[in-house]
């Protein structure tokens, strides 16, 4: 009985050593959330710039959301409220499983996502545009 005992209080001591939750963890996540955030108001700012067009529509002519440039807008801001969805739904996948090789695919995925925004946006402000 006495070597039962000390089991149970080990693993118990153990239990209460490291939460369930750290307190990295409970960052990580609000950061996550926070970039899903980011990612879906980006996505809405974007598909709300449409400014509809009557018809008849014709390539390279006229266009449902304004000019050629107005519509790759709109389209790309409906891509990222996709995309927004997408991580927020990986994310809870992720959580379930858990998995150091699913926490890097969704750190990569999310950098991809990212990067040559942050590029093409650091270059303008380095240019002065």
Not at 91 to 116: E, I, K, M, Y
Request: hydrophobic share 50%; net charge positive; no cysteine.
């Amino acid at each position: 009985m006495a070597i039962t005992g000390d089991i149970a209080a080990q693993q118990d001591r153990s239990a209460r050593a490291h939460p369930p939750g750290t307190r990295r963890e409970k960052w990580a996540w609000r950061l996550y959330g926070a970039n899903v955030v980011v990612t879906a108001l980006v996505g809405l700012l974007f598909a709300q710039s449409m400014h509809p067009t009557s018809g008849p529509y014709t390539v390279g002519e006229r266009y449902p959301f304004g000019d050629a440039e107005r519509t790759y807008q709109v389209t790309v801001g409906f891509d990222w409220i996709a995309y927004a969805i997408l991580l927020a739904v990986a994310g809870v996948a992720v959580r379930r499983a858990g998995g150091r090789g699913l926490w890097a695919l969704l750190a990569g995925s999310v950098a991809l996502l990212w990067f040559p925004h942050v590029l093409i946006a650091a270059v303008m402000v380095l240019n002065g545009s």
